[in-house]
């Protein structure tokens, strides 16, 4: 479709000059890339924490402890028994924390002799918290695993709603406003988590919900954010800048579960949160809306972009009533692009939720052992993102294959190529360099997603992309309220046989490239028809009165 492009082409080789002569410091749009980077960050470390800390702030099962089908013989002996002491009883939990948090059966006396622990149900009540409320001791709570299931599926259960409130919040209040507020409240609840806990787990999971609406809302926003800033040939490098979601991850994994490894995991909540309070006095100074709205913006940089996106892209805010939803919702490359979206999010959830669970109960591998292993295969998608980001670019700009090609091989590299890799993954077992090298292709090709579902909206629609965005990350989301109870139903109440868990990697896979399949089918890079914001009467006698002015 012609918008206009011989009307432009002229002005915008102009300013392209122009912005090429200007000497700057650095760039606007690309301090808005880094708070965009930094604001995905900020929202997986209150993202991840749960599915991490369930670990250590949840008291083991029997079947749990010093289990793992990694641990040898030699070392769930050693893992079994402690140095006779007459200690008292925190000098002990500390010692039983030390060791992965696991009850013992039996303590080792002077001479090498063994003797069995006199451990009766009341000393095991013992090393859960009490009923009062205490900081910083570190004692995990008496809960099952459905319960710890559910906490850590409470914050997709937030998401889902809150990714549809964030692509409507970003309509109405632009997205520097709902990212700020939003990530006070997240922040906040975050900071005295410890404190909701021992009020009630139900209390913790309705706080995980808040986070979770919270968190919802981030990415809707930025995806606003890239339709306003980016030039059409720079747009996958700024959707790169999301995938600072995916450093968040490889630096929330080590840096959480090190924390409560060898602090207290109630630490582990109270460090990430003050650490977000920071960034967010620089979001709130740095982070605008627009090129029209920032008051530093160069007027060399504010007219390229402006002229890049001519045509195509409307600095204005359209309301709720100038949003074609109708269209929308019956359009079939959308609908394509949203069960894509699902199938990302699927593998993504799967990773985030569950992986620290296989490290630790199906393998056996230490809390910190299995934070830096979980953390690792990111740093992958993180790496191979930045090169697919490159590679599109370079593609769209010397027109090599259309963007609809474009987009429809990059899923073969984000959604069929870490499916077959899960599914290796089951098969690894005892293997963690094995294990790793599937996780680390397995997420490194993922980072495909960057130019293909993670564009896409972009593509078809750049005025409601950010709504476009909350649509498909509400439906998408609901994967993560699937994968904590399906993990527990099918491992976990099972003890989390290697068996079990080769089940769920069949199904994360077969998910994950049956959806590529429709999109391969429905999808399209080409922007929609309904991309024209409608003039509602108010707006047009509006600015007929002005003009008349």
Known sequence: MDYGEDNVRTPLIESQKKHKNHRGWIPTRILICLMMFTCCWTSYMCRLQMPILAVPMIKALPSESVSGACVSDAERHRRSLLKFEPVDFIEEFTLIRRLNFHESKTIEVEGGAERTRR?????????????????????????????????????????????FIGGLISLKWGPRRAVLWTSILAASICLISPLIAQIHWTALLIARIIIGITGGVTFPACHTLVAKWAPPNERARFVWSLLGGTFGTIFTYPMVAAIADYINWESAWYIPSLLMFVWIIFWALLAYDSPTEHPGISEEEKEYILNAQAGTVKMQKPTLKQTPLKKIFTSIPFLSLVVCHFGNLFLLYFYQNSLMLYMTKALGFQLTKGGAAAGLPWAGRMLFGFFFCWAGDTIKKKEIISITNLRKIATVFSHLLPGIFLILVGYAECSLFLANIFLFLALGFNGAASIANLSNNQDISPNFA?????????????????????????????????????VLFWIGAAVCILSMIIFLVGGSGEIQKWNEIEQDADTEETRAESART
């Open 466 to 502: 950010g709504f476009l965005y909350g649509i498909m990350n509400t439906v998408g989301s609901t994967a993560g309220m699937i994968i904590p109870v399906l993990v527990e139903e099918i491992a976990g109440k099972h003890g989390n046989p290697i068996h079990k868990w080769q």
């Open 119 to 163: 451990q009766t149900d009341d000393k095991i009540e013992q090393q859960v918290r009490p009923s009062n409320f205490e900081l910083f001791n570190g004692l995990p709570f008496d809960w099952s695993p459905q319960i710890r299931g559910q906490l850590i599926a409470a914050y997709s259960y937030g998401v889902v709603p809150g990714s």
